[in-house]
């Protein structure tokens, strides 16, 4: 399919087809596709679980509100946030930069390039992402509107901003995934109703985590569309300027 063609067929589906599996490892390249979406600082600091237990499938029908997409799911996708491992991806990042530059950089210019990564990754990402009940990130915004004052800065640092900014990563990845899925010929459904607490129980997930996405998964039936899909008028959504 076009793109064209994958955006018009992704669609919320409600009702699952009971008789049509999916294909465990599709689903799973389609996850592995999801990690070439972008993250802020290419930190990656998201999840996926895949679920295709039955009884952990009724668990989360139970934690996404019994709704019927949750109940008729083949499988299930669950996409969390781990801002609490951002010293282990910023190593890892780092170690990997290090590389990227010594192999395709000018050697006049990998030192102090490396340099700059290495400040970025082991003095501002611990600054930036580190966590004290808000009050770290009250000194972070604090701090950013006194510089601010005398040239650009970024302004969104508090505990808060970070972690919308974690979350939204997190969520292009779970976009591309069902994108990806589209492509396949599978459906999904992401959800905002489900109980969290319930949901980390279910997937017996570390405290530090969040979800950030469940995403239903299977072959639609008939009634698994509620209707032709509404969209705000262009105009009022475009802006040229």
């Not at 508090?158 to 969520?171: L, P, Q, T, W």
Request: one cysteine or more; a positive charge; glycine letters at 4%.
């Amino acid at each position: 399919m076009s793109l064209l063609e994958i955006l018009n067929h992704r669609r919320a589906v409600r009702h699952f087809d009971p008789d049509k599996p999916l294909d465990n490892a599709v689903v799973k390249r389609c996850i592995e596709q999801a990690t070439l979406a972008p993250t802020s600082s290419n930190m990656q600091l998201w999840e996926a679980y895949h679920v295709t237990d039955r009884n952990v499938l009724e668990k989360l029908s139970h934690a996404c509100l019994d709704q019927l997409t949750a109940r008729s799911a083949q499988q299930t996708v669950v996409f969390v946030t781990r801002q609490d491992q951002y010293r282990q991806h910023a190593q890892a990042v780092l170690a990997f930069e290090k590389d990227n530059v010594r192999s395709n950089s000018p050697a006049g210019k990998q030192e102090r390039r490396i340099r700059k990564q290495e400040l970025y990754y082991t003095k501002l990402i611990p600054f930036v992402y580190s966590r004290f009940f808000g009050l770290l990130g009250l000194f972070r915004k604090a701090l950013a509107q006194s510089i601010g004052l005398f040239r650009p800065i970024m302004r969104q640092v508090s505990e808060g901003d970070i972690r919308v900014s974690v979350h939204k990563s997190c969520a292009l990845a779970a976009q591309t995934f069902m994108l990806a899925m589209s492509e396949a010929g599978y459906d999904t459904c992401p959800l905002e109703g489900f109980d969290s607490r319930l949901v980390k129980k279910a997937l017996h997930l570390p405290y530090d985590t969040e979800i950030n996405m469940v995403i239903t998964c299977g072959i639609r039936m008939p009634d698994g569309v509620w209707g032709e899909r509404y969209r705000r008028p262009f105009e009022e959504t475009y802006h040229t300027v």
